[in-house]
């Protein structure tokens, strides 16, 4: 007998669009099941089940998940938040005992993501162009005496997502006041170019790029693309390509970039869905399938850039009603 092709999306709050295309994508030879610790996060009611948990900081939480996994053949799982991101990498042989595949990267990939002056070391040793990082404030004064650096700068936790905390500062005060007031923060270099965002799949099998689409970012709400062109240029691909080479990255992940002066600079990479994939599976890069492949362990094809360009996408809002 077949086992079905159970996919189970941790997290998933209003995400409700990648619920529905893995739906789409399974047709009816699995199902798509979903958690939150809210039963007001309007995704969950799009997949066929959905489980109320606990929050991922609370000490029970990843026995409840294996759990969920066990009861119902799950056979592959993913998160749509970035702290759940480092549970599931670090406890990926848990879940393989139980015959669920986590869909992240390793663990020290993930952990390097979420440290952002860390993932600008990794980036400055392997030479791939990047956006000038300080976390010595002193050495940032330095540089801007000498002219190798000016204001405006943004100062950043060296630790965060969803673009809190960030804030665009233009003097050296600016700067004392922020440094005095929180810790962990780092100063980066402000790029007044064009901003990209590149959902990128690699192959779980192969470890190969096999897909790319990359969208320049019209409209940004909360650190998620909410307006956006579609866009293909075989040297920022090459580049990609490079970069996950060096790095070794595994499934989805939705990389920052900035392009200035003709020339791109990776910023930071999200290794998961990102906030704007919609737009690439509209277009046909169709991550979902791929996912279902590679757990029914198939490879699949080269497809970067099999996409139309000068697309755009708008968000909307939608509406969920609930009532007890």
Same mark, same amino acid.
């Given at each position: 007998?077949?086992?079905?092709?159970?996919? $189970?999306?941790?997290?998933?709050?209003?995400?409700?669009? #990648?619920?529905?295309?893995?739906?789409?994508?399974?047709?009816?030879?699995?199902?798509?099941?979903?958690?939150?610790?809210?039963?007001? /996060?309007? /995704? #969950?009611?799009?997949?066929?089940?959905?489980?109320?948990?606990?929050? #991922?900081?609370?000490?029970?939480?990843?026995?409840?998940?294996?759990?969920?996994? &066990?009861?119902?053949?799950? &056979?592959?799982?993913?998160?749509? *938040?970035?702290?759940? $991101?480092?549970?599931?990498?670090?406890?990926?042989?848990?879940?393989?005992?139980?015959?669920?595949?986590?869909?992240?990267?390793?663990?020290?990939?993930?952990?390097?993501?979420?440290? &952002?002056?860390?993932?600008?070391?990794? $980036?400055?040793?392997?030479?791939? &162009?990047? *956006?000038?990082?300080?976390?010595?404030?002193?050495?940032?004064?330095?540089?801007?005496?000498?002219g190798d650096m000016e204001y405006p700068v943004f100062v950043k936790p060296v630790r965060g997502s969803a673009s809190v905390n960030i804030s665009k500062v233009n003097t050296k005060e600016e700067i004392e006041l922020l440094f005095e007031q929180f810790d962990n923060l780092m100063i980066q270099e402000f790029m007044d170019g064009i901003e990209i965002g590149a959902d990128t799949y690699i192959d779980m099998i192969t470890k190969e790029t096999v897909s790319i689409f990359a969208k320049e970012k019209i409209k940004m709400r909360a650190g998620e693309t909410d307006k956006s062109v579609s866009i293909k240029d075989e040297v920022l691909f090459d580049l990609i390509k490079k970069f996950v080479e060096v790095t070794g990255f595994i499934g989805i992940i939705d990389i920052d970039i900035f392009k200035k002066d003709d020339e791109y600079y990776i910023s930071e990479v999200n290794p998961r869905f990102g906030g704007g994939y919609p737009h690439g599976y509209e277009c046909g890069v169709n991550v979902p399938n791929m996912i279902i492949n590679n757990l029914d362990n198939k490879v699949n094809e080269d497809v970067i850039g099999n996409y139309e360009n000068n697309i755009y996408m708008m968000k909307f809002n939608e509406v969920k009603i609930f009532k007890k």
């Amino acid at each position: 007998m077949i086992k079905p092709m159970n996919i $189970l999306i941790l997290s998933c709050g209003s995400r409700n669009k #990648i619920v529905q295309y893995f739906k789409k994508e399974l047709g009816g030879s699995g199902q798509v099941m979903a958690t939150d610790s809210s039963e007001l /996060a309007p /995704a #969950i009611y799009e997949a066929d089940k959905y489980f109320i948990v606990p929050k #991922i900081n609370e000490k029970d939480y990843l026995d409840i998940i294996l759990e969920i996994c &066990k009861e119902n053949n799950i &056979k592959g799982v993913l998160s749509l *938040i970035d702290p759940e $991101l480092s549970l599931l990498s670090k406890n990926r042989d848990a879940f393989l005992a139980i015959g669920t595949t986590p869909i992240v990267s390793d663990h020290e990939l993930v952990e390097m993501c979420f440290d &952002k002056y860390n993932f600008y070391e990794f $980036l400055i040793k392997n030479n791939i &162009k990047t *956006i000038r990082s300080y976390i010595d404030k002193e050495v940032f004064y330095q540089d801007v005496e000498l002219g190798d650096m000016e204001y405006p700068v943004f100062v950043k936790p060296v630790r965060g997502s969803a673009s809190v905390n960030i804030s665009k500062v233009n003097t050296k005060e600016e700067i004392e006041l922020l440094f005095e007031q929180f810790d962990n923060l780092m100063i980066q270099e402000f790029m007044d170019g064009i901003e990209i965002g590149a959902d990128t799949y690699i192959d779980m099998i192969t470890k190969e790029t096999v897909s790319i689409f990359a969208k320049e970012k019209i409209k940004m709400r909360a650190g998620e693309t909410d307006k956006s062109v579609s866009i293909k240029d075989e040297v920022l691909f090459d580049l990609i390509k490079k970069f996950v080479e060096v790095t070794g990255f595994i499934g989805i992940i939705d990389i920052d970039i900035f392009k200035k002066d003709d020339e791109y600079y990776i910023s930071e990479v999200n290794p998961r869905f990102g906030g704007g994939y919609p737009h690439g599976y509209e277009c046909g890069v169709n991550v979902p399938n791929m996912i279902i492949n590679n757990l029914d362990n198939k490879v699949n094809e080269d497809v970067i850039g099999n996409y139309e360009n000068n697309i755009y996408m708008m968000k909307f809002n939608e509406v969920k009603i609930f009532k007890k």
